[in-house]
């Protein structure tokens, strides 16, 4: 690690993609991440990577797939329209099983919505937008340096598993300024060359890679591969935070920027004599269940925070399975919640 | 037997890169023919070992089976853009996309025109016949005025359906294209012509000049309803006359002349 340096969180997440060896970026202008984009721009001339701004949304995940099943590390960063258009490439990604990374900062919706931050897009970046039977891991972070760290990580998973890998941001996250530590940058040529890859048939067999076969039986086949793989990834690859969770009474669960202004929340609560503590789910996919399951037999409210109308609620409800009352409290549509407001939802919570 | 084979003179045989696999498509459609030319450019060109085949959503879709170099298939309409992903990120690489008329002047125009006007080095074969053949014979966006076909059972109607688009006139406007050609394969001696015209295309991606692209005019008997014959001549008698043949952007042959390469 480096020293730290004060950076933008939409730079943060670009350069944690050079220093993962990324060298390949398309994208296209969206607001709130557009500086992203503009880093990618500077920067990949600058390590003598690619990058190319796509006529649209539709052309860079076709970019990636061509790119991806070439051997690349690739990556792009949209936000919520951007990332509805990316749906059925990133579904043929899924089943090819091509690696990539796509960074979404979230904004208000639905439609053109605005460009405040949001979590609603929830359900299309964690229970898939696309068709057909897929999953995506997906990473939330609530820092610049978790997300940076996250990164990082993400293309180590997406080679790992053969993989499309989402960073779920949101507008606060490529807005703020924090500092942040890099770590040493990866060189390009030590990333293993990937086996599968349409490099040019010397000296081996003509090679495939699609999402395709009419045949349903193999098709069959290839889709139990996909949920093998699944599997593993539930098993081997769920991340969480647990904050002030030792001897709590109430349990906050919340993602993202809502998990750190929580944490405010749980303070405030603290300070008034209520036990609270907060579970900050990191991989959505995988959603870490089993854990949260553990804590919620400690408590009798387990309060889910976000910033939409109650989307991982369903998956909290579901770790939860009744052993808890499972209240919301939600903003919508790019308004921040404070930390007091979230403190007065709980208060009226524990007084019902 | 030895010197039988010694002595012998090969007068056909397989390109190396199509495979054994039989094509599966209809009699008298003309896929078949221009998937050999293509195969025989590979091999002559020696590109086997680095040509990545982009195939479309179409009749074409099996078409990174038929041949026998690495390949994938694209989501319906975006095969520039991933010959644009993988060109970029390995411009060692060989890259032909092979589409059809729904799949690269309906759904995917604007990857079309954009991929043509960056100048992107790959090469495009792009099979016009009209119709949609895979989803069995619909108004495509070249179907031509009048004809008739699932979706336009009245015939093509401007006021209703408008006209059938031109895409090598669309490519004479992009800078980016350095070789753009109409030719067909209806006839035996149309053949070689269409070949020498997907060997210019070639080239534009060889000699790093820009974007290659060969439209060939093709049959679908199937969908037209009529048998093979019928249909070549369907083809010379309709088709040209809305699709006039001819070189429509050339900046490949003074480059080929300058280098001394045929």
């Not at chain 2, 008298?28 to 450019?41: T, Y």
């Not at chain 2, 060109?45 to 990545?52: A, K, W």
């Not at chain 2, 000699?207 to 014959?229: A, H, R, Y």
Request: hydrophobic share 40%.
């Amino acid at each position: 690690m480096g020293e730290k340096v004060m950076v933008k969180g939409t730079e943060a997440i670009g350069e944690a993609a050079i220093r993962a060896g990324c060298r390949v970026y398309f994208g296209y202008p969206i607001t709130p991440q557009s500086e992203l984009t503009e880093y990618m721009s500077r920067r990949m001339e600058e390590v003598g990577g690619v990058f190319l701004q796509a006529e649209s949304e539709v052309a860079t995940v076709n970019m990636m797939y061509g790119a991806s099943s070439v051997g690349a590390r690739v990556m792009t960063s949209t936000s919520s329209p951007g990332f509805s258009l990316m749906q059925e490439g990133i579904s043929y990604m899924a089943n090819a099983q091509l690696p990539a990374v796509f960074v979404d900062v979230v904004r208000g919706g639905p439609g053109l919505g605005d460009i405040q931050p949001s979590q609603g897009d929830y359900f299309q970046i964690v229970k898939g937008g696309g068709h057909g039977d897929y999953r995506l891991p997906v990473y939330s972070p609530s820092s610049l340096q978790e997300a940076v760290e996250l990164t990082i990580h993400a293309f180590d998973v997406a080679d790992k598993y053969r993989t499309p890998v989402v960073i779920f941001a949101d507008g606060m996250m490529g807005q703020m300024m924090e500092p942040v530590e890099f770590p040493e940058p990866i060189d390009p040529g030590t990333i293993p060359e990937k086996d599968w890859a349409l490099t040019g048939a010397k000296g081996r067999e003509a090679r495939y890679v699609t999402s395709f076969d009419i045949d349903p039986y193999k098709l069959e086949k290839m889709n139990l591969e996909l949920q093998e793989k699944y599997k593993k990834i539930i098993e081997e690859e769920q991340k969480w935070e647990e904050f002030m969770t030792e001897d709590i009474e109430v349990l906050f669960v919340a993602h993202g920027t809502v998990g750190r202004i929580v944490k405010s929340a749980v303070k405030i609560a603290r300070e008034k004599g209520i036990k609270a503590g907060l579970f900050r789910p990191i991989s959505l996919f995988p959603f870490p269940y089993k854990r949260l399951s553990e804590l919620s037999e400690k408590v009798d409210v387990v309060m889910t925070v976000e910033m939409s109308s109650g989307q991982m609620l369903e998956d909290v409800k579901l770790a939860v399975l009744g052993k808890a009352r499972t209240p919301f409290y939600g903003r919508l549509a790019g308004v921040i919640p404070t930390p007091n407001e979230i403190f007065e939802a709980l208060m009226k919570e524990l007084r019902r | 037997m030895e010197k039988l084979q010694q002595d012998a003179i090969v007068l056909a045989k397989m390109p190396k890169s199509l495979n054994k696999k039989e094509f599966t498509y209809c009699p008298g459609c003309h896929h078949g023919i221009v998937h050999r030319l293509v195969a025989e450019l590979i091999d002559e060109f020696n590109l086997r070992e680095r040509t990545v085949l982009v195939a479309p959503v179409g009749c074409s879709v099996f078409a990174y089976e038929f041949f026998n170099v690495d390949g994938t298939v694209a989501a319906h309409g975006r095969a520039l853009a991933v010959a644009t992903g993988m060109k970029r990120a390995r411009p060692d690489l060989f890259i032909i996309t092979y589409q059809g008329d729904g799949d690269l002047a309906a759904i995917g125009t604007a990857e079309t025109i954009h991929a043509a006007n960056r100048g992107e080095r790959v090469t495009t074969v792009f099979i016009n016949n009209a119709v949609y053949g895979m989803t069995g014979g619909q108004m495509a966006p070249t179907t031509l005025l009048g004809m008739k076909t699932t979706t336009s059972p009245y015939g093509r109607r401007p006021e209703k359906e408008g006209y059938p688009i031109h895409i090598m006139e669309i490519m004479r406007e992009l800078p980016g294209v350095a070789y753009a050609e109409r030719v067909k394969v209806s006839k035996p001696q149309d053949v070689p012509k269409a070949k020498i015209a997907i060997k210019k295309a070639f080239y534009a991606q060889l000699l790093d000049l820009g974007f290659g692209i060969v439209e060939v005019l093709s049959t679908c008997p199937t969908n037209w309803g009529m048998d093979p014959v019928e249909a070549g001549k369907w083809l010379d008698e309709n088709m040209v006359k809305e699709f006039p043949l001819g070189v429509y952007v050339d900046k490949v042959t003074e480059v080929m002349k300058e280098k001394g390469v045929k």
